[in-house]
């Protein structure tokens, strides 16, 4: 989703069904426990990832 170019006034109504929509957007299909082996993973394969980079560039 892009970034608003300019701001709009809406409705208080509006707002309120905003604020449901992310707060519901937080109940996903994972379980907290899921999601946090999942970004655990990620961010140990993305670590992996800037190392091999590293020393790639370093052996150039």
Do not use: C, P
């Not at 993973?41 to 560039?57: F, L």
């Amino acid at each position: 989703m892009g970034a608003a170019d300019e701001q709009i006034r809406v409705s208080e109504t509006v707002k309120q069904e905003i604020e449901r929509r992310h707060f519901l957007a937080g109940f996903g299909r994972w379980s907290d426990e899921r999601a946090d082996r999942a970004r655990e993973v990620r961010e140990k394969y993305k670590k992996k990832s800037k190392e091999r980079m590293r020393r790639r560039s370093e052996n150039a």
